[in-house]
């Protein structure tokens, strides 16, 4: 029994250091991190670009990924940061798009990008004012900083986290949370008299 | 309300999408990876063990079948006690002639396609349908198509110069260049640069492979490219095959369409898998190939593969056409 136990918890997961390290010699073993990642990876995109795009995007994202294989950091157990990071520059060139979904959402509180993956086609999606508020703000952010927010907002990422997944020092993840937060907390608070200072500062 | 709370409750009824949903998308995943299996996969970092001289010479048309005693080399990894050998000497001998006697296709254009359709069984699926896939990609290998919930999408492939990949049209020019004598052509493919340190980012992997481990992996791969393969550089893969030590022939090796073959194999100590290329017992033609674990392989204490696992797949379709999505 203890011993069943025990064989139960350590085989529970290889790490994904370990499976991309062996997906090296046995290219087929990387399917694996697809199926521990890709779900939550595509509700991801889904939420920044819609439901069209999705499919696309996370396949993108994979073979990419698997393409760089070779120069996955072997000392980090987790790899949603890494994939976060490749998705994040694929999602970067389709941010027309992203920005008028939440210029639309803010002038109109119909949210295209809820609408795309609801059930009922018919059921059009209107946003509470403080959602149109924060669409607002995202619609005004820097890609590098928006990209900063919703990897913490919505994809849970750590601070550290998103620094290996933008490929961009701690201090920097902080000084654009900070800088986007403004926008975002000025956006549901009214108006921030700042606000006009940073656009011109963004450049 | 603090606005991290509320921007976390925007849009937070996006659906995690089920297995459904997301199977194109791992089917692309899944066709990449097969390609570099089939590219990379027959890596062999285990000694060469000389098996080429225990297949008997017998004199007969076409096949032989060979009775080996494999008790003393391989003992219980033995694939299959009911497997069945033919004469390797034999076979490409056949093989060599029959590819002679093709016909050159012409030279494709570079804004023409190459269509693919195959079919993939993964060790874990058990007795399921399989993976179909069809693909197109541009003869220059700029641009990659498929359907899509029966939407024709035409993908841009970004070079990537540290890939070990090559397209259509590069395969056939890199096919040009080789020596059409079995002899100069092992010699050529033991040492080619291009298959020892490409892909970028492999490690040492590459320097450390066998000679004859690379010999044996490079000429599957090109074997696999027959819509422009010279048919004087096909029977000199042949002849070559039948050098390297190691190479056997198993009869009735299927494919994943349940297509039996002519499996051919490289034998060598310290692998886990041993892996055939399937061909056609009468026209040599690639059928596909199947992978077969020879013993557990695990990874720290997870096991990966269960010794007697089978991947294999199947070449369903394969032509030049005009256009993206067209099959013929």
Known sequence: MIADAQRAETSDRTDDAELIRRSRDEPGVFAALFDRHAPELH????????DSMADDIVADTFLAAFGKRGRYDATRPDARPWLYGIAANLIGKHRRTEVRSYRALARTGVDEVAESYADRVDAEVTASAAHRE???????????????????????????EVAHALGIPVGTVRSRLHRARKKTRAALGGADPTAIQEEADRG | MDDLTALRELRADAPEPDAGRLAAARARLVTGTDRAANRRGFLSLGRPMVLAGAFGLVAALVLTLVQIDRTGGIGDTSPSKAARYASASEVFAQAALVAEARST?????????????????????????????????????????????????????????????????????????????????????????????????EGATGAREDPDARAFRVISVYLEQQAIMPPKLEAAMYRALGKIPGVGVEVGVEDAAGRKGLGIFREAGGLDTRRYLILEPETFRYLGTRVLWLRDEMSGSDLMFRAGSVYSSAELASGIVEKAGQRR
């Open chain 1, 43 to 50: 509700r991801y995109v889904t939420r920044r670009l819609g």
């Open chain 1, 134 to 160: 924060l669409a607002s703000a995202l619609a005004t952010l820097s890609g590098g900083d928006r990209d900063v927010l919703l990897l913490i907002a919505w994809a849970d990422l750590s601070y550290d």
């Open chain 2, 105 to 201: 296709d012409a030279s494709p254009r570079p804004d023409q396609w190459q269509y693919r359709k195959s079919l993939t069984r993964q060790p874990d699926e058990g007795s399921g349908a399989g993976d179909t896939m069809e693909e197109w990609i541009r003869y220059d290998g700029k641009q990659t198509a498929g359907y899509d919930d029966g939407r024709l999408r035409i993908r841009d492939v970004p070079p990537d110069p540290g890939d070990d990949d090559l397209s259509p049209q590069r395969y056939a020019g890199k096919l040009r260049e080789l020596p059409t004598d079995p002899d100069k052509l092992l010699a050529h493919v033991r040492g080619d640069g291009h298959w020892i340190d490409l892909p970028v980012g």
